[in-house]
């Protein structure tokens, strides 16, 4: 089989093209509800995690994707990058991390605290202004919640040039990723 790119660098490549495309920071995420129901809606792509295995999105908790991801946490994210022709399917668990994870006194409890506020941190003023109108820069306002996505498959389709490559990446049971080709 020939050898490909891992997801992590080509995504990395697709983003450094879209750097100055506003519109290439969003993205579609699909969830589920009760009644099994699919709801799809766009978000801001918020960052990858070190090793790009964790992507990160925010959301007010007031909205209903949060009930959704309380009852199924399983998501797909799709993402498509318009000048260089290229879709990232996303499939993980979603982990919400909102103030109330606060009062939990675990250690990881703790760090994903801190991430929340450096995101939190990280927002303008007007958007930190949208989840409450008595915020605060230095501590995040209860309707802020976190989102990561933690991605254990990765449907990348290239549509130019022709013909188009298709590749399926899974993150197998010692957590690396394997990577197979799929049918356009």
Not at 7 to 20: C, G, K
Not at 143 to 167: G, K
Request: proline fraction near 4%; charged fraction near 20%.
């Amino acid at each position: 089989m020939q050898q490909h790119l891992s997801w992590q660098e080509t995504i990395n490549r697709a983003l450094s093209v879209h750097t100055d495309i506003p519109s290439s920071r969003f993205l579609q995420l699909a969830t589920v509800d009760i009644h099994g129901q699919p709801h799809c809606r766009t978000l801001v792509f918020r960052g990858f995690d070190q090793d790009k295995n964790q992507l990160y999105l925010h959301t007010d908790k007031r909205s209903e994707k949060i009930a959704q991801l309380e009852s199924n946490n399983r998501v797909e994210t799709c993402w498509y990058f318009s000048e260089t022709r290229e879709q990232f399917r996303f499939k993980g668990q979603i982990e919400c991390i909102g103030h109330l994870d606060a009062a939990m006194e675990q250690p990881t409890s703790r760090s994903k605290q801190q991430l929340r506020l450096a995101h939190w941190q990280n927002l303008s003023d007007a958007l930190r202004e949208s989840y409450g109108s008595n915020y605060s820069h230095a501590q995040p306002d209860e309707n802020f919640t976190l989102l990561i996505v933690h991605i254990t498959q990765v449907d990348y389709l290239r549509l130019s040039p022709l013909p188009h490559l298709r590749l399926l990446y899974s993150l197998d049971e010692q957590g690396k990723w394997q990577t197979k080709a799929g049918s356009p």
